[in-house]
């Protein structure tokens, strides 16, 4: 029974309060990323009724981080600290300026007695700093801390996080999310990939079939922008705006000029007709032309829509079949490196250079290599060349769902005791080598259309954001055993306000229930993640197709959905049903249980049907994709429905 995960995460807990050396006084907080240092003190912080942030005048920074953690700590706690300058009294968060070498751009220190002292080289150290307290304080209880010195400092520098959302839309507040969630663990780098194709073996090998999408509002082509899911440049401004104030950076994707199949359905003469459309010509003038004006409508102008220091211009996985064309190629490398440079910004490119061996110059210094596979770009040798990488291996850290390839989840027990960014492939640097900036993961959403919602994603990403989070971090020097770190990781929320997977409460037990659940009407709850469990009683009456039981933001469940009348659910664009119809006057006690693996339908406590992933089969019976159905069940409001329903519960796991 999955029950038992709860009682082993309270079982681990306390074996490793038990294991604590004898003169340790307050033992070492646990936060994500592991903190590097803690020297304990005795006794614990007690926030009293008046409690106050204090920060220096005049520094608008750090003013800024003191208003964000009063509102995270109002969002997580419900309490309001006053911000304020001048002196501080006992039970105060008191912010300040100081430098240290040893805590570097990021670092910072705190010391927890009557009041907690934080200090850091710049604000982003301080903001760090207010991430590690509420994280504490979410598990010791928001009105006090244990005392004792903390410092803290990153291995590496840039510590990201790439989604795919070319081939999957993903809505602009799911990314909104990521962004808090993401700072919340210290993570500062979130790449966006705007666009990119299926595969045409899934389309009956008809590149003009094939499923293509661009994701941003474009004013310079218009028709170029997908109609299924697209970014206003306003929205994709506002989600930079609030990952600055978050010490987040966005680094957006335009992925060229291979995975450009939805320029080449824009502009058909611009395609390969050699190596296929999803390349574009790097022999015809115009595919520059095209792609100039493209970037520059994003990267010009006075208040560009890429506001970050930093671009990726993708560059990967081009033919390399004929010499001529790689040495075309790393002209194309080099030319848009220097076309993205030409507005200031940083270039980011998809390691190719040992695929592309040639000898047309390529432009390294000052830009970041995305070193993902060796034998596409050696990273010994890219570094040789003057290149900077991010540590991206494809072999361990790619997901791609439910695809059977690369990892559906990544082996976070692996990554947790063996990994670093200095392991790239199976090339091991030094620890914290300055050739290497950092780490990075990523989702690929390769099979288009194979019903993974984003529940689904942020279901994979969770586990291995907050694994990863400690390795770029803390690197080699994590301490805690990895069963005792998944145990208590899974207690931590996911950020102030921030609840994606729907999760209630942290032990088994029933979270929701109504004698009679009511149309029409609010919860007080959103929806609920896997594992669930709905029960409720029906005596039901004729309904209108299109009836819903209960609706959230992201899903609703239909008592008669809208095309057949069959009990069902849609989300992500998906319709699913139950081949089960409520009738006029029949009665029935309903189960519904949920997993990341399936929904499962019983009536009257017997098994009705179990809807789960199956195989979809293209291109006469040669290429398959499997196809997912899943829940996160919504909660938030009740619809309008006619049948009597009674003893309605909801449970955070399976009762199966």
């Known amino acids: 029974?999955?029950?038992?995960?709860?009682?082993?995460?309270?079982?681990?807990?306390?074996?490793?309060?038990?294991?604590?050396?004898?003169?340790?006084?307050?033992?070492?907080?646990?936060?994500?990323?592991?903190?590097?240092?803690?020297?304990?003190?005795?006794?614990?912080?007690q926030l009293n009724e008046s409690g106050k942030i204090i920060y220096p005048e005049g520094n608008k920074q750090l003013q800024k981080v003191a208003n964000l953690f009063a509102d995270d700590y109002y969002t997580m706690f419900g309490k309001r600290l006053q911000v304020a300058t001048g002196k501080s009294s006992a039970g105060d968060f008191v912010f300040s300026i100081s430098k240290d070498k040893k805590l570097g751009k990021e670092g910072y220190s705190i010391n927890i007695s009557d009041k907690v002292v934080v200090s850091a080289p710049?604000?982003?150290?301080?903001?760090?700093?207010?991430?590690t307290l509420l994280q504490i304080s979410e598990q010791s209880g928001q009105l006090q801390l244990p005392c004792g010195q903390i410092t803290d400092y990153p291995d590496y520098e840039l510590r990201g996080f790439m989604l795919d959302c070319g081939r999957k839309f993903i809505p602009i507040s799911f990314l909104r999310d990521y962004v808090k969630m993401m700072a919340y663990y210290k993570m500062n780098a979130f790449q966006i990939h705007l666009n990119d194709n299926g595969f045409p073996q899934f389309f009956e090998n008809n590149w003009d079939k094939t499923y293509a999408a661009f994701r941003l509002e474009s004013e310079t082509y218009p028709e170029l922008t997908a109609q299924d899911g697209f970014y206003t440049k306003k929205e994709f401004i506002e989600l930079q705006k609030l990952a600055e104030e978050n010490f987040v950076e966005i680094i957006p994707e335009i992925d060229i000029p291979a995975h450009s199949l939805a320029f080449s359905h824009?502009?058909?003469?611009?395609?390969?007709?050699?190596?296929?459309?999803?390349?574009?010509?790097?022999?015809?003038?115009?595919t520059y032309?095209?792609?100039?004006?493209?970037?520059?409508?994003?990267?010009?102008?006075?208040?560009?829509?890429?506001?970050?220091?930093?671009?990726?211009?993708?560059?990967?996985?081009?033919?390399?079949?004929?010499?001529?064309?790689?040495?075309?190629?790393?002209?194309?490398?080099?030319?848009?490196?220097?076309?993205?440079?030409s507005f200031g910004k940083q270039a980011c490119i998809w390691g190719a250079l040992t695929h592309a061996r040639g000898g047309t110059p390529v432009k390294s210094d000052n830009v970041l290599m995305w070193a993902w596979h060796n034998n596409y770009a050696q990273p010994d040798t890219m570094i040789q060349q003057g290149y900077k990488l991010v540590s991206i291996p494809d072999g361990l850290l790619y997901i791609v769902p439910a695809a059977g390839y690369y990892y559906d989840y990544l082996n976070t027990k692996k990554l947790y005791n063996e990994w670093t960014p200095a392991r790239i492939g199976k090339k091991v640097f030094a620890e914290k080598d300055p050739n290497i900036a950092g780490g990075m993961f990523a989702v690929w959403n390769d099979h288009v259309g194979n019903g993974i919602s984003t529940k689904d994603i942020h279901h994979r990403v969770l586990p291995a954001l907050h694994t990863l989070a400690v390795k770029m971090w803390t690197g080699n020097g994590v301490t805690l055993e990895y069963d005792i770190f998944d145990a208590k990781r899974k207690l931590l929320s996911e950020?102030?306000?921030?609840?994606?997977?729907?999760?209630?409460?942290?032990?088994?037990?029933?979270?929701?229930?109504?004698?009679?659940?009511?149309?029409?009407t609010q919860t007080g709850?959103?929806?609920?993640?896997?594992?669930?469990?709905?029960?409720f009683e029906i005596e039901g009456v004729e309904e209108n197709k299109g009836t819903v039981l209960l609706s959230s933001p992201n899903a609703v469940f239909y008592l008669s959905d809208p095309i057949k009348g069959l009990l069902g659910f849609s989300r992500d664009g998906y319709l699913y049903t139950f081949?089960?119809?409520?009738?006029?006057?029949?009665?029935?006690?309903?189960?519904?249980?949920g997993d990341n693996k399936a929904i499962r339908l019983y009536i009257d406590d017997r098994l009705k049907e179990d809807l789960k992933m199956r195989k979809i089969w293209f291109n006469e019976g040669k290429a398959s994709i499997n196809y997912v159905i899943t829940l996160v069940f919504p909660l938030e409001k009740t619809g309008d429905f006619k049948s009597r329903i009674s003893a309605f519960e909801v449970y955070n796991y399976c009762d199966e």
């Open 289 to 341: 032309n095209f792609l100039d004006n493209l970037l520059k409508e994003y990267l010009g102008g006075d208040e560009p829509v890429f506001r970050g220091k930093r671009m990726h211009v993708g560059t990967d996985e081009y033919s390399n079949k004929k010499q001529e064309v790689v040495e075309k190629f790393r002209y194309f490398t080099d030319y848009y490196i220097r076309y993205v440079e």
């Open 266 to 286: 824009y502009k058909p003469e611009i395609g390969s007709k050699e190596y296929g459309m999803d390349h574009l010509d790097l022999f015809n003038p115009e």
């Open 1 to 45: 029974m999955k029950i038992l995960n709860v009682f082993c995460v309270l079982f681990l807990s306390v074996l490793f309060a038990s294991n604590l050396k004898a003169d340790e006084v307050n033992p070492k907080p646990f936060v994500i990323p592991e903190l590097k240092e803690w020297k304990s003190g005795k006794g614990t912080f």
């Open 122 to 131: 710049e604000a982003i150290g301080v903001f760090w700093a207010t991430r």
């Open 525 to 535: 709850h959103t929806e609920i993640g896997y594992d669930y469990t709905v029960r």
């Open 495 to 520: 950020a102030p306000g921030v609840n994606i997977a729907g999760k209630i409460g942290n032990t088994p037990s029933l979270v929701y229930s109504q004698p009679i659940l009511a149309a029409n």
């Open 579 to 593: 081949n089960y119809r409520v009738k006029k006057g029949s009665k029935a006690e309903i189960k519904i249980c």
